[in-house]
């Protein structure tokens, strides 16, 4: 119940780049997967992808998830916007 009213607390920028923020972390474990077991099915290309794991992890997980929350916890407010003109 808590967690429901807490979601709707949150603005729809918020909620979006968490839920990329999420996605990204999943295909980021994906790559991790595939870089990481390539030794076992012995593929070579296997290590051509954890420059992308980086990337994913990085740009898409860390990066979306510290937007997203900082909007939360500082949103942007319309009279912030009307001081500064």
Not at 51 to 65: D, E, M, R, T
Request: aromatic share 26%.
């Amino acid at each position: 119940m808590v967690e429901l009213q807490l979601l709707r607390l949150m603005p729809l920028i918020t909620k979006y780049f968490i839920r990329f923020g999420l996605f990204y972390f999943v295909l980021a474990l994906f790559f991790l997967l595939i870089s990481e077991s390539g030794w076992f099915f012995d593929w070579s290309v296997s290590a051509s992808f954890q420059p992308v794991y980086y990337h994913f992890f990085l740009f898409g997980w860390v990066l979306q998830i510290i937007i997203g929350v900082s909007l939360w916890m500082f949103p942007w407010s319309e009279r912030a916007q009307v001081a500064e003109r």
